[in-house]
């Protein structure tokens, strides 16, 4: 599949990405699922004091889990951040190795907010193009960039373009990774304006909805413009924000 069509916004090559994003969707749910056992964050954050009793706040049992792809971005992502803690809302952030190479402090950020932070390769590599040593290497120096800062080692990948093939698969599999895609795409990258993609998001969202905008990789201003009318119109319709772990 040529990914630039996609991005031209080719509708047959984006109903063949919806078929690919179905083919994975179940590992997604399983990833969501698996989030009440295993938090995101095993430590407290830093602010609260070690002496002080664990608040417990339950997973929401309605809930969307909202990812932001292609950061860290030295412009967006502390605005998007800003926005998510003005909300109280926890995401999950698929990062680029090369990125986050560049601003590890943005991944600490992150991560120190409360966020998941898990891996996205290290160049945005369509991984059903690679050999088996280059799909290694993209998805293992991404792991250890974002290791670095977090101090532990993403479980989910997320293949650039949804890009999902029986050796992607199997290939994840053989390092670990659980393979995520998403069920709700913002479109926000089409740069179809801010209600548009306020509207997309809004349109199909339901319960477990995996919603996929970004904070890296071009000009995220709509996106950062769509977020908080976003946060306002879940939160109105009583969703909860969960973060995904693998
Ligand atoms: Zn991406």
């Known amino acids: 599949m040529d990914v630039r069509l996609t991005r031209a ?64 971005d030295v412009e967006y992502t502390p605005k998007v951040l800003e926005i998510l803690a003005k909300y109280d809302a926890k995401a999950t952030f698929f990062e680029v190795g090369q990125n986050v190479q560049k601003h590890p402090e943005l991944t600490k950020r992150i991560h120190d907010a409360g966020h ?23 998805v293992m120096s991404t792991d250890q960039a974002i290791r670095a800062q977090i101090g532990s080692t993403p479980g989910c990948l997320r293949p650039p373009y949804g890009g999902v093939s029986a050796a992607v698969r199997q290939r994840a599999k053989a390092l670990g990774k659980d393979l995520v895609v998403w069920t709700v795409d913002s479109r926000d990258w089409t740069k179809p304006g801010t209600t548009a993609i306020v509207q997309r998001v809004m349109k199909n969202v339901h319960s477990g909805s995996v919603i996929l905008m970004h904070d890296g990789g071009g000009n995220r201003s709509q996106t950062v413009a769509a977020l908080p009318t976003i946060l306002k119109s879940l939160k109105a319709q009583r969703y909860g924000f969960r973060t995904l772990t693998c």
């Not at 339950?58 to 909202?66: A, D, E, I, R, S």
């Not at 891996?119 to 088996?132: E, F, P, Q, V």
């Open 9 to 72: 916004g080719n509708r047959m090559i984006g109903l063949a990405m919806m078929m690919l994003v179905s083919a994975v969707i179940g590992s997604v749910v399983v990833a969501a699922a698996k989030s009440p056992a295993k938090p995101a964050t095993p430590e407290p954050p830093a602010a609260a004091p070690a002496a002080a009793a664990p608040t417990k706040t339950p997973l929401p049992t309605k809930y969307v889990v909202l990812t932001f792809d292609d950061g860290p």
């Open 116 to 138: 998941s932070v898990e891996n996205h390769t290290w160049t945005h590599a369509d991984l059903r193009k690679l050999s088996a040593t280059a799909f290694r290497q993209q």
